[in-house]
């Protein structure tokens, strides 16, 4: 309880046999902090369950409290953020992955379903040609359709997508 209570801490939530309790703040503040932490070192160790939200959290956010738009948006809007300051030049920051961009080839150990996989990559290339922060009306279409663990995977597969650019970025500039 006290790591709760702490604002240091990056725990975001305490669960109780089938209760939990929620500081969704804490959760946007993780995946701010982890973003920031990859693009110093492409290298470094990340945990979604760890460092961002547990399964169980992403449920209570996205389901419980209905934020499934929102942590999307605040995921792909932060780490365009992250990356427009980041030094990157622009016409890597806002240039689309590429048409045969698959994740599942970057990152083996990740199982995803192909229809989840398509939206991702049509949200993060929405968002990374848009000179502006996407809203929910930006997403919506793609969303509305899903159940809970399918819009979990889309934001699961954004975080990744975003740390693959990330990582090209880094490459195509030297700065890895």
Not at 3 to 16: C, K
Not at 44 to 52: F, G, P, R, Y
């Amino acid at each position: 309880m006290r790591e709760f209570l702490n604002r240091e801490h990056q725990r975001a939530s305490i669960v109780d046999d089938d209760k939990i309790l929620m500081d969704p703040g804490q959760v946007l503040t993780n995946i701010e902090n982890t973003m920031q932490r990859i693009d110093a070192d492409i290298n470094v160790h990340v945990s979604i369950a760890e460092d961002i939200a547990t399964e169980k959290e992403l449920m209570a956010m996205m389901g419980d409290l209905k934020m499934d738009s929102l942590l999307i948006l605040f995921l792909v809007n932060t780490g365009m953020r992250i990356m427009k300051a980041g030094g990157y030049p622009t016409e890597l920051v806002t240039k689309p992955l590429p048409d045969h961009y698959d994740l599942t080839a970057l990152v083996p150990a990740l199982t995803v379903n192909q229809r989840q996989h398509q939206i991702a990559k049509a949200i993060f290339d929405r968002r990374s040609t848009s000179p502006d922060d996407l809203t929910e009306d930006d997403i919506a279409a793609d969303l509305d359709p899903l159940d809970l663990p399918a819009k979990i995977q889309v934001f699961i597969i954004l975080f990744y997508m975003w740390g693959t650019k990330i990582g090209a970025m880094k490459n195509a500039t030297g700065t890895e």
